[in-house]
């Protein structure tokens, strides 16, 4: 399942491109300018933007050419959704840093088609193995190592550190980190994560004080 942003003015567009994806079995935050996505960017990222060329505030293309000179965001997968059929605009999505582009209309299994196919294409080899300097989180053999050495952590603490170096250098938000981790925006799990980021921390030696509390907010690894 991935999490697919989708950033369109059109009410009744959105309203149908969030509900295929969702049926397709996706997460999808919806956005009606460049203005709340950019926002939204800063706590999460996104597997993957679904993005309309015109909005009220500024263009698709400049928000491509945005997402793409930022070294966090620079290789977040982007399906530009356009009316305009010349050559010349697609060409141009594309060289801003579009990696697709799909022509309104379209039918909700071509949506479906693309985005799935986009995010087939872009899943990193190196995504299987997150790195902060010398601390590695291996995800297909499920195991955490510091300078080589192996680190045993519980499931929820794998959990919460890999949800962390995925996000690493953007300050998550306690609810995020809940809704994420633990399924759950029960405040009384807030008690349980500050545990779990305690003993993260012990474990984890010298990068355990990489994972920094922001007050009031949540914490970011970086």
Known sequence: MALVYLVEDDENIREI????????GHKVLGFADAGSFFSQIKQRLPDLVLLDLMLPDTSGNEI????????KTRKLPVIMVTAKTADLDLVKGLEDGADDYIKKPFSVME???????????????????????????????????????????????YELLAYLLLNQGIVLERSSIMENVWGSLYEGESRTLDMHIRTLRQK?????????????????IE
């Open 64 to 71: 491509v050419k945005k997402l793409r000179g930022n070294g």
């Open 17 to 24: 491109e969030e509900f295929a994806l969702k049926n397709a």
């Open 111 to 157: 949506l479906i088609s693309r985005v799935k196919a986009l995010l087939r294409r872009t899943e990193p080899e190196a995504a299987k193995v997150i790195r902060l300097d010398d601390l590695a989180l291996n995800r297909e053999k499920h195991e955490v190592t510091v300078d080589g050495a192996a680190v045993d952590l519980t499931f929820k603490e």
């Open 204 to 220: 984890l030696g010298t990068y355990g004080g990489r994972i920094r509390t922001v007050r009031n907010v949540g914490y970011v």
